[in-house]
């Protein structure tokens, strides 16, 4: 929230630029403040710092410091707020993507980089051993899966998704010591998801699991890789929640890469993207 009142600043009114300047300054005392001694200190107008909440999104003085005591009292923006019907344009792309900030920053901020490292060495030593690395997931996660398989592909990593439940209990029945499932669930209650977990745990492949915290998966796999946030899976359409997975599949591919090493990649990469140039207009 206060990075984004700072990116603000250039396209503020200067009375706005003013109340905004004086959020940066002290934001837990603004958010005690009453309007008359807000207006006061920032040489304006009271309807002005109203306006200047309004202008960061949000409806009003009172909306305003509701989030901002929460940005300051948790570290992270402490935003979720739900659309509503009579919401513009403009109202719904902040909303949406403040939920979706605030779920990453909290992650940069929860997350555990030893199973991070954990996960990495478990992908890196498949693909040293050419074992199988694979990617299963349902519904959206499923998709996840697919963007999943296709990032380590180009790493040069031997690697397929399953989004079918029943080929992902074949694969997993094939899957031996040494090689590494990767599982991406949102809810981490998913029936087929858990039964091919169990399944490639039994024959002695890695299992990663990258979902909820508390779920049946979560405990299911070797390592957990949290995937936290406030979005209800049973009331919501996945969109937070498909931001986390991705991206906690772009720390893994990027760690990955870094460990591979650039004199093994680089090339590669290169001669891949020589060999797209024709399918490409000039």
């Known amino acids: 929230m206060l990075d ?12 706005e630029q003013r109340v905004a300047k004086l959020v940066l300054l002290d934001p837990r005392t603004f958010a005690s403040l009453p309007v008359t001694e807000l207006a006061l200190r920032a040489h304006v107008s009271k ?13 009003g003085l009172s909306d305003f410091k509701l989030k901002l005591a929460g940005t300051v009292s948790e570290g992270v923006p402490f935003i979720h707020r739900s659309v509503d019907v009579d919401d513009k344009v403009g109202d719904v792309l902040v909303k949406v993507i403040d939920n979706t900030v605030a779920a990453f920053l909290k992650y940069r901020n929860d997350a555990s980089t030893h199973a991070i490292e954990k996960a990495v060495d ?6 040293t051993a050419n074992k199988r690395i694979e990617f299963f997931g349902a519904g959206n996660s ?10 380590f592909f180009r790493l040069g990593l031997h690697t397929i998704a399953y989004s079918d ?35 490639a745990r039994k024959h002695g492949a890695t299992t990663i699991v990258i979902t909820a915290s508390g779920s049946p998966l979560a405990a299911a796999g070797h390592i957990h890789l949290a995937a936290d946030h406030p979005e209800g899976y049973d009331r919501y359409s996945p969109m937070t929640s498909r931001h986390m997975h991705l991206m906690i599949v772009d720390v893994l591919a990027t760690t990955v890469a870094l460990r591979i090493g650039g004199t093994k990649l680089q090339p590669l990469l290169r001669e891949m993207k020589n060999n797209l140039r024709s399918k490409r207009y000039a």
């Open 47 to 59: 309807p002005t710092v109203v306006r200047f909440c309004r202008s960061m999104g949000y409806d």
């Open 142 to 151: 499923g998709i996840v899966a697919q963007d999943a398989q296709h990032k």
């Open 122 to 127: 478990a992908i890196v030593a498949a693909h």
């Open 165 to 199: 439940g029943h080929m992902q209990v074949m694969s997993a029945s094939l899957l031996r010591p040494g090689d590494c499932l990767v599982v991406i669930s949102n809810s981490g209650r998913t029936r087929d998801l858990m039964d091919a977990t169990d399944i």
């Open 4 to 15: 984004r009142i700072k990116a603000s600043l250039p396209s503020l009114a200067p009375a």
